[in-house]
Nanobody, 115 residues
């Protein structure tokens, strides 16, 4: 059974930073392309960042230059370093993994950006 468990969410002031983590189990982590998505109340879930099995990352335009995604295959974990947070970044952040056209999702972690 594949499990993705996010952590690292919390409350931060505008301009602050957070690092999210997503730990995977139940599958060979090296086979997973990993992504972060987010969803705000009343909005559709949107792509934030992704990283391939080879470590190539890509980002939504709204977070380029502020967010950085990385993976540690030995720890079966991906990270999302978020800098320069604004209220527009406030959302529930979900970790997702894909292998053989099957998507796996975590439960999400809340990020609050407020003065």
């Amino acid at each position: 059974q594949v499990q993705l468990v996010e952590s690292g969410g919390g409350s931060v002031q505008p301009g602050g930073s957070l690092r999210l983590s997503c730990a995977a189990s139940g599958i060979l982590f090296n086979l997973l392309d990993m992504s972060w998505y987010r969803q705000s109340p009343g909005k559709q879930r949107e792509f934030v960042a992704g990283i391939t099995t080879m470590g190539r990352a890509n980002y939504a335009d709204s977070v380029k230059g502020r967010f950085a995604m990385s993976r540690d295959n030995a720890e079966h974990t991906v990270y999302l370093q978020m800098n320069g947070l604004t209220p527009d970044d406030m959302a529930v952040y979900f970790c997702s993994g894909r292998a053989w056209d099957v998507d796996y999702w975590g439960q999400g972690t809340q990020v609050i950006v407020s003065p």
